[in-house]
């Protein structure tokens, strides 16, 4: 059985294994919600970016975030 998770064909994450805990990025970004946190997952082509915003505030500053060059 696949258990997807998908918003459409740029977001996509997929359990890894049956335990629910591990995840691959299929797509380009995604958004999880976290005890009031939303945190943004992006695969850009030569880097990855993670960026930790406050819930319903995902249009304003990020509060802590890192890019990292593949």
Known sequence: MQN????SEEM???L????GED????????????????????????RL???LYK???EAEDELEGFSYKK
């Open 4 to 7: 997807d998770i998908v918003a």
């Open 23 to 46: 995840f691959v990025l299929t797509g380009r970004t995604a958004w999880l919600d976290i005890e009031g946190y939303t945190l943004h997952i992006n695969n850009h082509d030569d």
């Open 49 to 51: 970016s993670v960026y």
């Open 55 to 57: 819930i319903n505030h």
């Open 12 to 14: 996509s994450i997929q």
């Open 16 to 19: 890894k294994g049956d335990s």
